[in-house]
């Protein structure tokens, strides 16, 4: 695609009313995504803070993950997501933030949790965003990514029925994975599945990766 890429923010602001009803309950029928979770959140429970970066308007999975034990909280570039998610998921911390330039100290977090927002990115700004993944956890500290499996991008020009647009870019798990150990990370799991019903209908990637441990 040729055309300039699509202000995400202001897509997920109009749509997020919409998104938080649609998505609340998703995981719900994700059993798979659900393990991964658990297993993520028993990991992480008690380590600090990990952040759900493009938590989206339900904070569904902040919820999960602080349901846990974990010390969730979500960051969204959306600033009407971020107001949903505060009304939805009430006593969780929600803020605005670029994920290519997140309001946290170097090696602060203990986790992250990225799921199908790195998408949003076009191809080239992947790298930013993990490489600020690196930035902000700690040694030992956690990432946690989801990622449509494809080959170039998708997109519409009317996502969730109105009328914005919305861009995702589509990787391999070999190309996602590469990335991270680029940025500094080291690949603890990596997974694939195929969509469930009711899902877009792309393969699922998930990347576990971790900051190296000081010899």
Known sequence: MNTPWPDIAHTYDVAAEHYAA??????????????????????LAGRGEVWDVGCGAAGHLTRYLADRGVTASGADISP???AVARRCQPGLPFRVADMCDLPAGAASLAGIVAFYSMIHL?????????????????????LL???HGGTGETGSDAAFGLP??????L???D???????????????????????GEYPSPRLYLWAEVPLAP
């Open 80 to 82: 009407g997501s971020v």
């Open 145 to 147: 990514a989801a990622m």
């Open 171 to 173: 990787v391999s798990l």
């Open 175 to 197: 190309e996602i994975a590469a990335m991270a150990e680029s940025a500094g990370l080291a690949v603890r799991e990596r997974h694939e599945r195929a969509p469930y019903p």
């Open 22 to 43: 649609t998505f609340a309950g998703e995981l719900a029928g994700k059993p798979f995504d659900r393990d991964l979770l658990d297993r993520f959140a028993a990991a």
């Open 122 to 142: 076009p191809r080239a700004r992947i790298p930013d965003a993990l490489a600020e993944f690196r930035r902000v956890l700690a040694p030992g500290g956690a």
């Open 164 to 169: 914005v647009h919305v861009r995702a870019t």
